[in-house]
C-alpha cells in the first residue's frame, strides 16, 4: 500500500487495533503518529485502511487479525503519582507496567497523574469507545477535597456549569450531572463529560485549587475496599451489568484469571 494513497476500502487501522485489544483508538493513533505501526513494510498513516491480506507490525511485532482472546475487564485503584499511559514519555510508573497483566489491555479513560482511584482497564476496544464518548452520559463518581470552605452555592454553579479553557477546544461549559457538599471543603462530584482535568479546572474557575481527587466508581463498577496498587478481575453478574449499561454486545463466560 502506498504511503501517498490512503485505500477506502477496509477498515481504518486505529479501529483494527483496538477491536484486536492492542490498545485503545486514541493510542493507535499516537503510535501510528510515533511511525511505530507499519504496514505492509510502510509506515502507516493516519486514517489509513487495511484488509485481511495487509501485513501489520507495531514495533517489529507482527499483529494477528485473525487472533480473538477472552474478553478481560480489571477494576484497578490507581495511586497518586501513576500515569494511565504506556508512553514513555513521562518517566513516572504507568498502569501497564505496574499490572503486568500478561495479556493487551489498556485503560478505559483517564486519570491524571495527581489523581487517584478506580480506572478500569480491558482487551475490549468497543468498550473503551461506549464508555468514553461522553454523548451516552456513563456516570463516574469522585471524592474531592478543595483549598477553600465551599458552600450548596458552590455546588450550584457546579451543577449550571462553568466556562473553562481545555486544550484543543478552547473555552467550553462544562457541567457535573450532581455535586454535593460533602464537608467545609470536600464534595462528591458525579460527571458524564470527559474533559480533560475538568474537575480540577472547574473548581479553579470558581477559586478553589482541588488538593485531592479520587475516583470512587465508573458507571455501576465501585472502588469499594480495593486496595491503592491493586486490581481485581469483574465477572458475573458486575461485569454483565456493565457490558449491558454500555451497550455492549458478546458473551463474558470465557473472561478467566490470570
Given at each position: 500500500m502506498s504511503n501517498d494513497v490512503v485505500n477506502q476500502d477496509g477498515i481504518r487501522l486505529n479501529k483494527l487495533l483496538s477491536s484486536l485489544g492492542v490498545c485503545s483508538r486514541r493510542e493507535a493513533d499516537r503510535l501510528i503518529g510515533e511511525g511505530r505501526?507499519?504496514?505492509n513494510g510502510q509506515r502507516a498513516q493516519e486514517g489509513q485502511r487495511v484488509s485481511a491480506t495487509d501485513h501489520i507490525l507495531l514495533d517489529g511485532r507482527e499483529i494477528d487479525q485473525a487472533r480473538s482472546e477472552a474478553p478481560v475487564v480489571l477494576a484497578f485503584n490507581k495511586?497518586?503519582?501513576?500515569?494511565?499511559?504506556?508512553?514513555?514519555?513521562?518517566?513516572?510508573p504507568n498502569i501497564i507496567d505496574?499490572?503486568?497483566?500478561?495479556?493487551h489491555i489498556f485503560p478505559i479513560g483517564r486519570l491524571d497523574k495527581?489523581?487517584?482511584?478506580?480506572?478500569l482497564l480491558t482487551n475490549m476496544g468497543e468498550l473503551v469507545n461506549r464508555v468514553n464518548r461522553g454523548q451516552f452520559e456513563h456516570e463516574k463518581e469522585y471524592e474531592v477535597i478543595v483549598s477553600r470552605d465551599i458552600d450548596?452555592?458552590?455546588a450550584d454553579r457546579l451543577e449550571a456549569g462553568v466556562l473553562i479553557e481545555v486544550p484543543d477546544r478552547g473555552r467550553v461549559?462544562?457541567?457535573c450531572r450532581r455535586a454535593e457538599v460533602t464537608g467545609r471543603r470536600s464534595l462528591r462530584?458525579?460527571?458524564t463529560e470527559g474533559m480533560n482535568r475538568q474537575i480540577r479546572r472547574m473548581c479553579g474557575a470558581l477559586g478553589a485549587g482541588v488538593l485531592e481527587l479520587r475516583r470512587v466508581r465508573v458507571m455501576n463498577i465501585k472502588l469499594g475496599g480495593l486496595e491503592p496498587g491493586s486490581y481485581r478481575i469483574l465477572k458475573g453478574p458486575e461485569l454483565e451489568e456493565l457490558l449491558r449499561e454500555a451497550g455492549v454486545g458478546g458473551k463474558t463466560s470465557g473472561t478467566a484469571e490470570k
Open positions: 505501526v507499519l504496514v495511586p497518586r503519582g501513576m500515569v494511565c499511559t504506556s508512553s514513555k514519555r513521562d518517566r513516572a505496574h499490572i503486568g497483566y500478561g495479556s495527581d489523581s487517584e482511584g478506580l480506572i450548596r452555592a458552590f461549559r462544562a457541567r462530584i458525579v460527571l
